[in-house]
């Protein structure tokens, strides 16, 4: 038997129980995976709240993990018993000691890089690739504004788009998030305690705007950053922490682009899902950092997903199985 942490109907953290399960031995075409690290992020809290919805209750939890194969099913030739593995998207249930996935949900992990540089921070790594290359395509001399620019994501975008000579504008709440995204080479860091995000933009750009705005807020955010963008600029929006998506005049996109991408449907695609992921391990290879965050026990995964919630924590968040 095994922990596995599960939410036994759609609400607040409260609705998570730590349960014992038997995960069985692994059927054709399936890997056994005893997992090492669980990543945390705000899709989690998606599911928790009821956004997207399971089939049934007690529901498991968690898209994102790290572990080592036990035992492979009849048929898998591309995976061994004691190879180091990463796992993101479908099936959902990381939040576990162990579990049986599909092979094609598993990716192995090079040698040179280490767990610690990956846990936790390899879905928000394949969502960067999603965002910059396959949705914004953002080429040097484009600007970029980044809501949440402190956060796990926020910091990967703002080194990566710095890679592709992008100029950067970042969003933050504090004063410790604001040194926290300059030090990860943000160029301009907008304090949304202390103005109003769109009016510092507009002043930044001489009232030009932005050529692509990554939107994890939602809300009201996502209504007014529309009025930041360039020309032809594009607005992908990627969470809803703010609130729902408010309805939109279709006028407002008049010379404007928007996009809501799921990186979860993405990584439906086995060749994109591998080129993703050595696109994330070649720039983590070329020195790109990942903020180091918190650490929780994994039956402890309630509090980390509060933290998360409450945006008191910046940089990679998992559990420790």
């Known amino acids: 038997m095994v922990m596995m942490i599960c939410m036994d109907a759609p609400g607040g953290v409260d609705r998570l129980s730590v349960r014992d399960i038997n995960p069985g031995p692994p059927g054709p075409g399936a890997i056994l995976v005893e997992q090492t690290a669980i990543g945390v992020n705000f899709v989690d809290i998606y599911h928790r709240k009821g956004l997207h919805k399971p089939p049934a209750f007690p529901a498991p939890l968690g898209v994102e993990a790290l572990g080592v194969v036990a035992e492979v099913g009849s048929g898998v030739t591309d995976l061994a ?3 180091r593995v990463a796992m993101a998207g479908a099936p959902i249930g990381s939040y576990a000691q162990a579990r049986v996935v599909p092979s094609s949900a598993a990716v192995r992990l090079p040698n040179d890089l280490p767990d610690e540089q990956i846990a936790g921070s390899f879905l928000r790594g394949l969502t960067a690739h999603l965002l910059l290359h396959t ?7 484009q600007r970029l504004l980044i809501h949440g620019a402190a956060g796990g ?3 990967i975008l703002v080194q990566w788009a710095k890679r592709l000579g992008a100029e950067t504008f970042g969003v933050v709440g504090s004063e410790d998030k604001a040194r926290l995204a300059l030090a990860h080479g943000l160029d301009h860091v907008i304090r949304r305690d202390q103005e109003d995000f769109a009016e510092s933009l507009r002043a930044q750009t001489d009232g030009t705007g932005v050529d692509f705005i ?5 809300g009201e955010t996502f209504t007014r950053s ?28 008049t010379n404007r682009f928007l996009s809501r991408p799921s990186i979860l449907a993405h990584l439906g695609n086995r060749r994109g899902y591998e080129q993703a992921a050595e696109a994330w391990f070649d720039v983590l290879r070329e020195g790109l950092s990942v903020a180091e965050g918190r650490s929780y026990p994994l039956a402890e995964a309630a509090q980390a997903q509060a ?6 924590t910046t940089g990679t ?4 199985p």
Do not use: K, T
């Open 81 to 83: 018993p004691g190879d």
């Open 135 to 141: 949705v914004g395509q953002v080429q040097s001399g």
């Open 153 to 155: 994501l926020g910091l």
């Open 214 to 218: 990554v939107d994890g807020i939602g």
């Open 226 to 253: 529309l009025g930041c963008l360039a020309p032809f600029g594009l607005l992908a929006n990627v969470g809803m922490v703010g609130g729902p998506l408010p309805p939109i005049d279709p006028a407002s996109l």
């Open 307 to 312: 933290d998360l919630e409450a945006g008191s």
């Open 317 to 320: 968040l998992r559990l420790l």
